[in-house]
């Protein structure tokens, strides 16, 4: 939010804001801020409706594909943030493009994406743990039109390949010695992702080994054994 600079009454604009908890955090500290979520899920649209139904100002929850023009006019906004969408387009530098179009002269951008193949999880023998963390970065499921478990890394890169002026790039590291809270989601992602994929009768393990990987994670949890780390990469930008 500090990096996002939103005036007190602005605009901002979350570009796959799914169930809106950058937007709620955004009402939370600018009661007069208009928010604008987009998001081509309209059961996450509904939670994030019902989250920000309190919000005094403008609220706009609005289903749209990314991967196409935002329906926003030219210089219209005064702040963008999006957190782990771009792995899901095929071109994410069409999406910045649009950015830098719907953002006002000295408008911020705020991009962040976890690495998913720099995912640290300690708990599984060593062998399985690599198997399942690449299968992890690499699995496509059907809901995403396209996935780069890289795109983290690769984040400051494209932001500086955009029209956009990159001015900040900096590491959150969530990490946890407990199977509990965001590691415990991220492990149950993992989990559900990969024996959806090997129901399909795709990726690179077996139902077995990922059952096998999440037992050892549990044992290695209950001995008190157990370590997570995710890396977000977060970068800021602006508009000339
Ligand atoms: C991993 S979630 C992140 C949600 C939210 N930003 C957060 O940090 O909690 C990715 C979101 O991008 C949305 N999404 C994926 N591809 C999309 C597309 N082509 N157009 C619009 N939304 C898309 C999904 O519906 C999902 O809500």
Redesign the pocket.
Known sequence: MDLADLPAQGRVV?????????LAAFAARFPQAHLTG????QE?LETARERLRAHPAAVELT?????EKLPLPDGSVDAVI????L???PDPAQLLNEVWRVLRPGGRAVL?HSDFDALVISGAPVGLDRKVGHAFADDSPP???SSDGRIGRKLPGLVQASSLARTHVETLVTSSTELSGHAARRVGDIHGALRSTAMRGNGSVGLEEIDEWYSALQQAADAGLFFFAETAVVVAAHRI
Not at 14 to 22: E, H, N, R, S, W
Not at 38 to 41: G, I, L, Q
């Open positions: 979350d570009l796959g804001c799914g169930t809106g908890p950058a987009f998001d081509k899920s996450a289903s749209v594909d990314l991967r999006s957190s782990n969408l792995e899901c387009l962040s809901w995403m039109d």
